[in-house]
């Protein structure tokens, strides 16, 4: 059974900082692409990152390049998010996400195409 567990959300004031974990069971876990995403509420889900587990291949969306970094410990099969200078429109909840198929620059925002997700970890940035 394929799980997918989020941690480390919390309430940050502006410019602070916070390292998001999703600890990942129940799949081969380094051939895998596996990503963040995030909704708002009143917003559609988008993604924010993807990296490809087994190669290394990491994928961001323009707006969060610079402030926030994909990474994986392969050996604790955890996935991590770092965020840094937080922003109050970073607000949401966060999930992650693992696909069946390696990622590139042109499907890993494809979140439909995903095939499993955690419950999400709140993410509140106060200005």
């Known amino acids: 059974q394929v799980q997918l567990v989020e941690s480390g959300g919390e309430s940050v004031q502006a410019g602070g900082s916070l390292r998001l974990s999703c600890a990942a069971s129940?799949?081969?876990?380094?051939?895998?692409?596996m990503g963040w995403f995030r909704q708002a509420p009143e917003k559609e889900r988008e993604g924010v990152a993807a990296?490809?587990?087994?190669?290394?291949?990491?994928y961001y969306v323009d707006s969060m390049k610079g402030r926030f970094s994909i990474s994986r410990d392969n050996a604790k099969n955890t996935l991590y998010l770092q965020m840094n200078n937080l922003k109050p429109e970073d607000t949401a909840t966060y999930y992650c996400?693992?696909?069946?198929?390696?990622?590139?620059?042109?499907?890993?925002?494809?979140?439909?195409?995903?095939?499993?997700w955690g419950q999400g970890t709140q993410v509140t940035v106060s200005s």
């Open positions: 996400a693992v696909a069946l198929w390696t990622c590139s620059g042109t499907t890993w925002r494809r979140g439909g195409a995903y095939n499993y």
């Open positions: 129940g799949f081969t876990y380094n051939s895998r692409c």
């Open positions: 990296i490809n587990i087994g190669g290394g291949s990491t």
